[in-house]
């Protein structure tokens, strides 16, 4: 059984800043993941569509040492078995994937759990199923995800946050789609409790310094 952990001290700590895993021509998922773990991020997604359990498992537990070695929490994108079979520290579930409710049945107390939004009545639905956080986007156009949803920018996010406020929702709402370290200060001062990052981390120059640099952005979260 998986042992219990504090996770709102684990949200407010590494879970401000979640770096969602991602390829390029230049860099395979565990390169990607090596460097935002180098650059002092600690909240790793391993995101690998079009791939079964088997074929991603390898790459799973590969993800899963080098963030034991960092002491970064490990979330895997929607595969709610391979998370229980490897022990990760939690799943985040997109819209079409299995409803959060219904991961907590299987996974129990301990493990995290995230669901995306790009609505107030998805929000409503996440914090009803009992989600930890909440990945609310996209903020701008992304490459890295096919079928977007409607964009939200700081207005989004402002509104969201109000009527989130007015209903006492209390998960943490974490800004993701298109974000780059220039983007931080505004998402902080319009109340979002995190960011998740990828392409803009990938495409740098240098991503570990990059990600070091979001890493001294991020305190005002």
Known sequence: MKQSVDKQQLLQSC???QF?????????YL????????????????RVKG?????????AIKAQTL???YGAVFIIDDRVELVQAIKADGVHLGKNDM????????????YLIGGT?????????LSRQGADYIGCGPFRFTTTKEKLSPLLGLEGYT?????????????????IGGITPADIPDLAACGIQGIALSGSILRATDPVATMHQVVQLIHPL
């Open 15 to 17: 879970g401000r800043l």
């Open 20 to 28: 969602i895993s991602h390829f390029t021509e230049r860099y395979s």
């Open 31 to 46: 390169d990607a993941i090596r460097m935002a773990l180098e650059g002092g991020c600690r909240w790793i997604q391993l």
């Open 51 to 59: 791939a079964t359990d088997e074929e991603v498992r390898p790459m």
């Open 67 to 69: 963030c034991h070695h």
């Open 99 to 110: 409803p959060v409710d219904q991961a907590r049945q299987l996974l129990g107390e301990a």
């Open 117 to 125: 939004a790009n609505t107030f009545e998805d929000i409503e639905r």
């Open 159 to 175: 509104i969201l946050l109000q009527q989130m406020a007015e209903h006492h929702i209390t998960t943490p709402l974490v800004a």
